[in-house]
């Protein structure tokens, strides 16, 4: 645990305020992403369903960018709670910049570790985090303790991908995670340049599916087509070539980053007592909401 949380560090350290604004900005691919996986086709959907929510909580805020967007579009008069076992101070300092600190608190703690002094939420949102822990359903348990009663939580984790995909993601692992932040880094960005250069080639295929490979049948855009089914490559032109190849070490860098299929989630939903309300399956992860009943 102790290398991926080293992984985590170095990463907000140096790029502290990676992917903030787009997180942000209305109408972007990021922006659309966490909403969309969510269930709500725009802020105003993610608005109503905010509107009765007193105490919200963030686990694992990372830089503060998802804490902005919950402070953002959340009532005046919710309490917020923001929590990461690295980057609770960088998450404070980035939603001061922007204005957006008023009724938010951060708290550096494990979310493995006793949160009982946090009291209960009605909404807890735990995304891209609990596949970083070496006991995501542990943490995930733990996070529904603080669950008020009829409170919901929201999770997204990685799911299990494409074989080929699964092989290099993990050869590309285990030959850097070991790396120093500027080794790894450097990696990093011949991976992000490559993704780049498919991406400029506008290339559009029509492939047939391929069931041994994992490959479904569909149109797919030359680099979409790689990082689907063989390799992370990620490039979006809305981020600078330095913010895509910190995501590309996100992915690759750290040791602990589990997969997991459909049933194993429902499993932890069943067996913490919620029921499943939103569920959203794609080619990378797994986003459900269940409410406490």
Not at 189 to 198: D, Y
Not at 224 to 246: G, S, V
Request: hydrophobic share 40%; glycine share 8%.
């Amino acid at each position: 645990m102790g290398d991926t949380i080293k992984s985590f560090r170095n990463k907000w350290e140096q790029n502290k305020t990676l992917a903030f604004e787009e997180t942000l900005r209305e109408g972007s691919d990021l922006f659309s992403w966490i909403l969309g996986r969510n269930g709500f086709s725009s802020a105003e959907e993610m608005r109503t369903y905010l509107k009765n929510k007193r105490r919200i909580l963030d686990a694992g805020c990372g830089n503060g960018r998802v804490t902005a967007l919950l402070r953002r579009y959340a009532p005046k008069e919710t309490e917020i709670v923001a929590v990461d076992i690295v980057s609770a101070e960088i998450a404070r300092e980035n939603l001061q910049a922007y204005g957006l600190s008023e009724g938010v608190h951060f708290f550096e703690k494990d979310i493995l570790g006793d949160l009982s002094d946090l009291d209960k939420f009605d909404f807890i949102y735990c995304q891209e985090v609990l596949h970083h822990t070496p006991d995501p359903e542990k943490a995930f348990l733990n996070l529904r303790t603080l669950l008020s009663s009829a409170g919901e939580m929201a999770i997204y984790v990685y799911k299990v991908k494409a074989p080929v995909r699964e092989f290099v993601d993990d050869y590309v692992r285990g030959k850097i995670s070991d790396l120093g932040y500027s080794e790894a880094i450097r990696v990093c960005e011949q991976i992000t340049a490559f993704g780049k250069v498919l991406s400029e080639y506008g290339i559009t295929l029509k492939a047939p599916g391929v069931d041994v490979l994992g490959i479904e049948e569909g149109t797919y855009d030359l680099q979409r087509f790689i990082y689907h089914f063989f390799m992370k490559c990620f490039w979006n032109p809305d981020l600078t070539f330095q913010e895509n190849a910190a995501i590309n070490y996100d992915w690759y860098h750290p040791k602990i980053a589990s997969r997991h299929s459909v049933e194993e989630v429902r499993g932890w939903f069943e067996r913490a007592g919620l029921k499943i309300v939103h569920e959203h399956v794609d080619l990378y992860g797994i986003t459900m909401r269940g409410r406490a009943v």
